[in-house]
């Protein structure tokens, strides 16, 4: 549900062929327990790099990335960002995780600013039909 076909696409766009296997074959499975997950990555067994990456352009018809967009697609809503996150740091992509996470933040807030907009046109529309009925009555009795 957080994520759209375009965020899918730019995420399958920006992992090479060995990534896109990784990522599949690790979604596909059941989560680590994230105990032991945490003591695996704990600073004295792993320095994580938080290095820019840009998208590789290595083989991009590889049948991977049809198979990773239909599982999202099939599989996606039922699975939590957080748990995409760390699949993503899992196989050294956090700077995609740190991305999605921005993408996501940012469509919550327009479709709530969205909401809160279309919410006070509601009460401004309630409120004018209230004064207009109560002007109504006002000259019906006069």
């Not at 991305?99 to 809160?116: H, P, W």
Request: glycine residues 2%; negative net charge.
């Amino acid at each position: 549900e957080d994520l759209g076909s375009h965020q899918l696409q730019r995420l399958v766009d920006l992992l090479t062929v060995y990534e896109c296997e990784e990522l599949v074959m690790t979604l596909s499975n059941p989560e680590e327990n994230i105990f032991d997950q945490l003591s695996r990555l704990s600073e004295e067994m792993n320095q994580l790099r938080l290095s820019s990456r840009t998208p590789r352009h290595a083989d991009k018809e590889s049948h991977c990335h049809s198979v990773l967009i239909d599982w999202l697609q099939t599989h996606g809503e039922q699975m939590y960002y957080d748990r995409l996150s760390r699949t993503l740091q899992q196989i050294g992509r956090t700077d995609i995780a740190i991305e999605m996470g921005k993408n996501i933040n940012q469509d919550k807030t327009l479709a709530m600013q969205r909401y809160v907009e279309e919410y006070h046109e509601q009460v401004n529309k309630i409120a004018s039909q209230l004064v207009h009925t109560q002007a109504e009555e006002t000259s019906h009795k006069k």
